[in-house]
């Protein structure tokens, strides 16, 4: 993959309109971030053909061979109310169910499925610079034609019976984040419509695994900003936000 073979035919506002791509690094994260406190332009992204030290949410690795899959972190640097920072995490999550052609699902908080195996996973980092979230690295890892063996993982080519054009898939994914970039500060309600359409977990008996504690019960909503409804067994109903979340399996 290149910059001018990703960019041919890319039609976004904002993201993609620079490309970097490397051979090796430790995290695409990190080389975004580098290049973000260099002063990369808003919508920069960072291309990877191997990672060492692929990183996934809460000290987790991310593993991918060689020149397979698709390794991007994008520079976003939106103006942001504090309270619309889960939509970082949200606008990943479903730009990759856009971008796929595939009926897949989002597994909050940062996974996506296509029948409960994992087709891709977010990591969003910030830092304040000035008194609000203003520069965020969005970390997204899609397999396109290979996947980890032991996870229940799958990728586009398991999906779709053949090989798959990374370039397009790039570009695809490129095209919808700037989509969801852009209505970053519009109406909460196509949001919360696409999230809730999208979600793997809504009306499922779930545990929730939170700062080591676990709790059971029904998912009666699905919110970008409030993350998981879940009505308990007692009848009372809590919400839990992607952060905290270490995981959610079904029961
Ligand atoms: C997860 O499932 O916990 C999130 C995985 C995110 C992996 C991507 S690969 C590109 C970017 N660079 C990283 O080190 N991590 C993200």
Known sequence: MTPESIRARLHTRVVGKRILCVELCASTNDVAWQAALDGAPDGTA?????????????????????????????????????????????????????????????????????????????????????????????????????????????????EKGREQSRTIVARALLEAVDEWYARLDGPLKPWQKAWRERSDLLGREVRIRERGRSTAGTVDDMDPIEGIVLRLASGHVRSFRGEHVEHVVLR
């Open 46 to 158: 960072v291309f990877a053909e191997e990672q060492t030290q692929g990183r996934g949410r809460l000290g987790r690795t991310w593993t991918s061979p060689r020149g397979t899959n698709l390794l991007v972190s994008i520079v976003l640097r939106p103006r942001l109310e504090i309270e619309r920072v889960p939509l970082i995490t949200a606008l990943g999550a479903l730009a990759v169910t856009d971008a796929v052609d595939l009926p897949a699902r989002v597994r909050f908080p940062n996974d996506i499925v296509v029948d409960g195996r994992k087709l891709a996973g977010i990591l969003v980092e910030s830092r304040f610079i000035s008194e609000r979230p203003d520069l965020f690295i969005l970390g997204i890892g899609l397999n396109v034609n290979a996947h980890p063996p032991d996870l229940p993982a799958t990728s586009l080519a398991q």
